[in-house]
């Protein structure tokens, strides 16, 4: 058995208390004065704060690190043990050779010309949202315009019916959830396998309709790769499952993250307003300081030295993505908010194998989101309401972002 470190520390379990959910870099601060790599003795894993050990981590450890059936029945939670199954055969949770096989068929849908396609129909759904919005009054802006246009957007790249993106929505967030905390009770795990088991049999009667008829999206994509070695059924739906999360979570959070750091800096959403040309910057400072992917787990292939520390081959690795975002031997005044940095090579996207295929995609639908709102509102200001953050250690995003905003008159 591994020998490890013994001292006690900061722990990903203090996630868990109000406090550091609300503003995680505190704990993330007190981890990285410790060392870019410590041991956590209570959730059993290395975690990483360093950024040059996060892309160490990145490029040469191995993803494939899902818990086994076994291993939910262990943790009492034995309903979540088909869960096991979906998350092995998600391509985020894969090594080569079958990781590029799954990629390669998905992101051939995010090529920079598909991407820049979608440029008018993304601005159609935002000014058609922005529409809704009633002068001087409080909305919920997460809610109502973070929330429907990267759920619209990729519920169409997948393939799906667009009718059904608010199910979506809901089935993605309960997955979210599964993937992104450690800590489940038994009434939540029933709850979220009974969202899985739903979600699974959704996407499976669209696959049989598919197969039917013509392929569409990503589905069409992934039932389209020969008959050599197609993949199962089974392949198909994790992958689609995942996607979703990436899509309808992550650039949801990015965006009313987004905001919400914006009325606290107005003087940056007012050079935004300003100066279409920041943007590009802004987007990339939005994705270093609110990291919607605050975590990702690797296991060690070999025995090796990160940080200093002796780790051994089958470790557990957890790369504090958010935190290697604020380091500050990489970024200068790592937690002040500046929408000119440069450099700004944030690892918000990951890095190496696994960098994120939809990457270009969410970058153009939070600019052209960010672009089309403060083009309409004059003012966007918190109603004071406290920010209330979802129940979700590893996906970090809102629940709710009211608002009070000032339009402008409407220049087209």
């Not at 696959?207 to 999206?217: F, L, P």
């Not at 279409?276 to 030295?305: C, H, K, N, W």
Request: charged share 20%; net charge negative; hydrophobic share 45%.
């Amino acid at each position: 058995m591994t020998a490890h470190p013994a001292q006690r520390g900061p722990s990903l379990a203090q996630l868990l208390r109000p406090d550091i959910h609300a503003d995680p870099h505190l704990l993330y601060r007190e981890m990285r004065s410790r060392g870019p790599v410590i041991w956590d003795p209570y959730v059993h894993t290395w975690i990483v704060t360093g950024y040059a050990e996060a892309v160490a981590v990145f490029q040469e450890y191995l993803a494939a690190r899902t818990p086994s059936a076994e291993t939910f029945g262990r943790m009492g939670l034995p309903m979540l043990a088909p869960a096991a199954d979906v998350l092995r055969r998600q391509m985020m949770f894969m090594d080569p050779p079958r990781h590029m096989r799954v990629r390669n068929a998905c992101s051939a849908l995010f090529t920079p010309g598909r991407v820049r396609g979608m440029e008018e129909r993304m601005r159609t759904i935002c000014r058609e949202l922005v529409d809704r919005v009633q002068d001087g009054a409080v909305w919920d802006l997460h809610a109502d315009y973070a929330e429907p246009l990267p759920a619209m957007i990729t519920t169409e790249i997948a393939g799906l019916p667009l009718k059904d993106w608010r199910q979506l929505q809901i089935w993605s967030d309960d997955f979210a959830a599964l993937i992104g905390n450690f800590h489940q009770s038994r009434s939540e795990g029933d709850r979220l396998a009974a969202s899985l088991d739903q979600m699974s049999g959704y996407v499976a009667g669209i696959i049989a309709d598919q197969r039917r008829g013509e392929g569409r999206g990503l589905i069409g994509a992934l039932l389209d790769q020969g008959d050599t070695d197609p993949l199962e059924d089974a392949d198909i739906i994790a992958n689609v499952i995942i996607t979703l999360v990436g899509g309808l979570g992550t650039i949801t959070n990015l965006i009313s993250s987004g905001v919400a750091t914006l009325t606290l800096h107005p003087g940056a959403m007012q050079r935004m307003r300003d100066d279409p040309a920041v943007m590009r910057s802004a987007v990339e400072e939005i994705l270093r300081y609110q990291t919607p992917s605050q975590f990702s787990g690797r296991i060690a292939p070999a025995d090796a030295t990160l940080g200093g520390q002796a780790i051994a081959r089958g470790d557990a690795v957890m790369v504090m993505t958010a935190a290697a975002n604020r380091d500050p031997h990489v970024f200068h005044d790592p937690d002040r908010f500046d929408i000119a940095r440069t450099p700004n090579r944030h690892l918000a996207f990951a890095w190496g194998p696994h960098f994120c295929f939809g990457a270009a995609l969410a970058r153009m639908q939070a600019a052209i989101a960010f672009g089309e709102l403060l083009g309409r509102a004059a003012t966007i200001e918190l109603t004071g309401a406290s920010l209330e953050w979802r129940e979700n250690l590893g996906l970090r995003g809102l629940r709710t972002l009211p608002v009070i905003t000032t339009l402008a008159k409407p220049d087209r």
